[in-house]
């Protein structure tokens, strides 16, 4: 998509389409010919992955909304129907149930990649806000799609969720009948959600053009952090990325399948196999595993407004992430601190997770006994210390540790970080190279 | 171009000419005209004349025992009608309106109203003419929206929490014996829909 295209094309065909729409030609440099750093490892894969994933949604998704009725009076036995009596429609819905599941799967992988590699540092900051852009579409799709099936989790998550907006000063009470569309969730709020679950994929996929437009003008990150110096430090696209990705494609999708066919239900919540019930409230409200550690920040406020502003932040703060990180280094293989405060980014990332989905009060750690019942620290102050160093680890530690941090030697080249490695350890021979 | 880009003047300012005129004058039409056409689209979400007209139900008070709650339908969501005893009632006399963090009543028959028991029991709805409620019955009624002002779930009734009233397990909100929020992240009071007696028997919702 960028600098000298090296497509030739080899039939009269080709030749005439070329000057009249180059498509061809811009595949070929895109994802043929398109030079890419030769030292990517499988954290790379995962771009394909999703490619896979989305395109895995939008087809079954197509399908299934073929048969699924958006009316509060059949929804929920429409989505049976699929599963009864369509034929494979078990198998559709399956694919697009669990497909959500493993697409959040590989964005978080591919996110936390692009945070530990740097991938968001210049020149790729477009490139990282348009991933950010696809993974609030993606996490709205989401959230759209879970509430067709109008179960009692479909039905109270969209209760929540839409009562967070009701937290604004003024507007919240007429923002939130707007988004109802009556005066509580109801079949108008199935039908906009349908309308929208819909067109959601197709802007999904609008901004993966543009995300892919920002990634092949500056080219890939890669392992090292150091940018592209000559045509040593890349091989082409195809066939090298292309059959490496497509055996990451294959593994993946053997996890897929495995929860397809083996445990289909494992990562959802058995309460939406009971029909909405607007008088009745579900023990415990909980969202998708792929929402749990927002759904945690959210509650660790004492304050409805306060929580609401806290959840929409920690998905803000990844907007700015570009100028908050002032690294000269991109990548963590050489920020000896960095990678720490990195490691226990992550951690706390999957430890908000598990405080989403316990009860606020549970005990976390059992601190003795009181009147016979366990003390100690509950969910929600882990929760609360586990949302402070969310936030401080982009606002605190990622802004100072470009001051304080000494970084490791880096190697002077991507070719040379490849033989380095052959010879033996890695910063032997190498010569360190200049601050990127 | 000569006669619409007027030469600069002394002190280098140019004079605004036709064209920026129509410039502005099309800028704002596109504008207005925009506002116009987006309106529709926006308004179109908002509720519908016959879901707005689906406004009022009936329902009888008078088997509820001492103590109990019936939940009816009401707009797609759920009323409480609960029967206080005479316990409950001076529990939730007894709060100071200092303790409540949210001191507005809640309550639509008595908008801007301070959240003080009688303003938020049936005492503060409107009896038809010619209907007979005893006085002691209607304090004993609490008529509220079943829905927890944090994010709406449903909260458990029966004397449920540390208030003797409703409790929300869902974030942890506790209302007392009037219904009032007294902890927890629930912002505001339960709320209560504009009700009154239409018969020795029967309330009407909306």
Known sequence: MSGHSTYEPKTGFERWLDERLPIVRLGYDSFVGFPTPRNLNYWWTFGGILTVCLMVQIVSGIVLAMHYVPHVDYAFASVERIDRDVNYGWLLRSIHANGASMFFLAVYIHMFRGLYYGSYKSPREVLWILGVVIYLLMMAAAFMGYVLPWGQMSYWGAMVITNLFGALPLIGGPLTEWLWGGFTVGNETLNRFFSLHYLIPFLIAGVVGLHIWALHVPGNNNPTGISVKSSKDTLPFHPYYTVKDGFAIMLFLVIFAFFVFYAPDVLGHADNYIEADPLVTPAHIVPEWYLLPFYAILRAVPSKLGGVILMFAAIGVLFVLPWLDTSKVRSMRYRPLARWFFIFFVIAGLGLGWCGAKNPDDIFLPLGSHDGHATGITFLWLARVLTLYYFAYFLVILPLLGFVEKPKPRPASIADSVHGAKAGPQDSGVKPAPAE | ?206
């Open chain 2, 1 to 206: 171009m000569s006669d619409v880009t007027p030469s600069p003047d002394a002190n280098g300012h140019s004079e605004p000419s036709r064209r920026d005129f129509i410039y502005i004058a099309a800028g704002g039409a596109v504008a207005v005209g925009g506002a116009f056409v987006l309106w529709p689209f926006i308004d179109q979400m908002n509720p519908a004349a016959d879901t707005l007209a689906l406004a009022s139900i009936r329902a009888p008070f008078n088997d509820i025992a001492e103590g109990e709650q019936v939940t009816v339908m009401w707009r797609g969501g759920p009323v409480f009608i609960r029967r206080r005893t005479q316990a409950d009632i001076e529990s939730a006399r007894a709060v100071e309106l200092a303790a409540l963090p949210d001191k507005d009543a809640r309550n639509e028959n008595e908008p801007g109203a301070e959240a003080t028991d009688p303003n938020r029991s049936a005492l503060s709805a409107p009896v038809n003419e010619g209907v007979e409620v005893p006085e002691d019955v209607r304090a004993s009624l609490i008529v509220m929206k079943g829905n927890c002002t944090h994010l709406g779930c449903v909260p458990v009734g029966d004397g449920a929490g540390d208030y003797n009233g409703w409790f929300c397990p869902c974030h942890g909100s506790h209302y007392d014996a009037a219904g009032r929020i007294r902890r927890g992240p629930a912002p505001e009071n339960l709320h209560i829909p504009p009700y009154s007696f239409v018969s020795s028997t029967t309330i009407q919702i909306g």
